[in-house]
């Protein structure tokens, strides 16, 4: 489906939110395991659709080295592919699936205590915000069909 419609360029006609995200973004994953916090962004681009989203934080956990392409690609289906990923991933990977898809089951008290579980109080709430701000980023994308192959890391 292709669209001819002209879209507002949030970062131009709303440069205060714009950066007011931008600042939410670089607290959001303070202290996360930087792999980490790109597979979530990742998965939850990916659920929602944003090719820029997915697009430059794949770029960006490629610059890690190679052997990061195999854990993208498997990404998808990461619960097929689990000797690939951390314990605490796959807790961050759930738990990012719970919150994106929120409508579905809210966030499942199961999924909840798997991750805080696998990560300290701090670094759940730290994973929490990371997850609630890409979702942020992923509409602004998906709304203003913002095209991969732009970014460069």
Request: hydrophobic content about 45%; some cysteine.
């Amino acid at each position: 489906m292709s669209s001819t419609t002209r879209r507002v360029k949030l970062a131009n006609l709303a440069p205060d939110f714009y950066q007011a995200l931008i600042e939410v973004d670089k607290v959001s994953a303070t202290g996360l395991d930087p792999k980490l916090a790109h597979l979530v962004r990742i998965r939850a681009s990916q659920i929602n659709g944003c090719a820029y989203c997915t697009d430059m934080h794949s770029l960006d956990l490629m610059e890690f080295g190679p052997d990061q392409q195999q854990r993208i690609a498997l990404l998808p289906v990461w619960r097929e592919a689990q000797k690939f990923y951390t314990e605490q991933e796959k807790a961050a990977l759930q738990l990012t699936e719970a919150i994106t898809l929120i409508s579905v089951d809210h966030v499942p008290d199961d999924v909840y205590e798997i991750a805080a579980a696998a990560f300290d109080e701090k670094d759940l709430a730290r994973l929490i915000a990371l997850i609630i701000t890409i979702n942020m980023w992923t509409r602004v994308g998906v709304t203003g069909k913002m095209e991969p192959g732009h970014y460069k890391p």
